[in-house]
């Protein structure tokens, strides 16, 4: 806290940052909104890219939020009010994000069941194991662990 008659000076180039990074928030909020239709009518590759390019700046901006609330500047100055309002909306999206998570790994683990009593699975990509084999450890460890 400043002293009375003491003046503290501010960082401008962490302000310009701040303004640099909504400016370039915007851009792609507007550029995810155009082709959000476009995905929509697009082959399965189309929706993969979209979807993955989706998540990589999902993580980038849940990253940054997350710096952002380690950041002194912000710690001493942002008012409860603002920081509950970011709690209620990453809720909201964790809580959508979790409950999509488990209807699509369990929508396709049935269907990758249902293909494999079919004789269906791209033998390209599927492993195939006989009776005798050992069971070998997973190939992807979960991904997150509590």
């Known amino acids: 806290m400043s002293r009375p008659g003491e003046i503290r000076v501010i960082d401008y180039s962490f302000l310009k940052q701040l303004e640099e990074w909504v400016r370039v928030q915007k851009k792609l909020l507007e ?9 929509e009518q697009g082959d399965r590759l189309d929706i993969i890219v979209a979807t993955r390019a989706a998540f990589q700046h999902m993580i980038r901006t849940i990253k940054a939020f997350d710096n952002w609330l380690q950041d002194p500047v912000i710690i001493a100055h942002v008012p409860r009010e603002m920081l509950l309002e970011v709690w209620k909306v990453m809720y909201n999206v ?3 994000l979790l409950e999509i998570d488990i ?5 396709v683990r049935q269907l990758l069941e249902e293909l494999a009593k079919e004789g269906k699975l791209n033998p390209l990509v599927a492993t195939v194991k006989t ?3 050992e069971e070998e450890s997973p190939r992807r460890p979960p991904t997150m662990m509590i």
């Open 131 to 133: 009776g005798g084999e």
């Open 103 to 107: 209807k699509h790994t369990s929508d």
């Open 94 to 96: 964790l809580s959508q």
């Open 31 to 39: 550029t995810f909104r155009e082709t959000a239709n476009r995905v």
